[in-house]
């Protein structure tokens, strides 16, 4: 257990549907991850924050995909209308941003299946 | 389009045989290297991480890296069946203020008891 939590840890809903996943990172780390993961794929980088900033986001993060850190503690990844293409592990990760050392822990992720 | 590349596998070596793993990278600027385990279905694991030039050791595990080449390496010496899983290359991009991981798709390696 790294200490990043997220939740659910399984999600199945229906095409068209909105969900929204919770991650709470390890209590003092400063830069917040989402990934995305799909079989046989390594994880593709889709936003990141520092505290509450978002400050980076993939062109992978459509304008149905929307994430928040509205405190800069825990954060929320929202998919809105979901499509079949969108079921992957979305893994969220922590640092403790110190210059170039910045090492990244996983959360165990949510796994998503769109019927 | 930054790149980091990976012999998928399998890998397969006997028990207690040193497993060599290897991936080579695009973007000449980047700063910092990471090997990651994951065990299926499970999420990645921190397994070594590598800033300059060199070898880097911990326990049964060596991160080469060679800037120059573009290449990073992990050795695993006297390989344990508790090792099998896939092993992802992580490097991070160049830029100021940029600290996304860019991933290979992961070699699996099989450590046959």
């Known amino acids: 257990d790294t200490g990043v939590s997220q939740d659910p840890r399984h999600k199945i809903t229906k095409r068209g549907q909105n969900v929204t996943f919770r991650c709470d990172p390890i209590s003092e780390h400063n830069r917040l991850y989402w990934y995305r993961q799909t079989l046989g794929q390594g994880p593709e980088f889709l936003t990141y924050f520092q505290n509450e900033a978002q400050l980076e986001k993939s062109r992978l993060l459509s304008d149905r995909f929307s994430a928040e850190r509205p405190k800069g503690s825990f954060s929320t990844l929202e998919i809105q209308r979901t499509e079949q293409g969108d079921s992957a592990m979305y893994l969220c990760?922590?640092?403790?941003?110190?210059?170039?050392?910045?090492?990244?822990?996983f959360g165990a992720g949510t796994r998503l299946s769109v019927l | 389009q930054k790149e980091v590349e990976q012999n998928s596998g399998p890998l397969s070596v006997p028990e207690g045989a040193i497993a060599s793993l290897n991936c080579t990278y695009s973007?000449?600027?980047?700063?910092?290297f990471f090997w990651y385990r994951q065990y299926s279905g499970k999420s990645p694991e921190l397994i070594m991480s590598i800033y300059s030039n060199g070898d880097k050791e911990d326990g049964r595990f060596t991160a080469q890296l060679n800037k120059a080449s573009q290449y990073v390496s992990l050795l695993i010496r006297d390989s344990q069946p508790s090792d099998s899983a896939t092993y992802l290359c992580?490097?991070?991009?160049?830029?100021?203020?940029?600290?996304?991981?860019?991933f290979g798709k992961g070699t699996k390696l099989s450590v046959i008891p």
């Open positions: 973007d000449r600027g980047s700063q910092s």
């Open positions: 990760a922590s640092s403790l941003g110190q210059g170039q050392v910045n090492i990244q822990y």
């Open positions: 992580a490097v991070t991009s160049s830029g100021a203020g940029s600290y996304q991981l860019t």
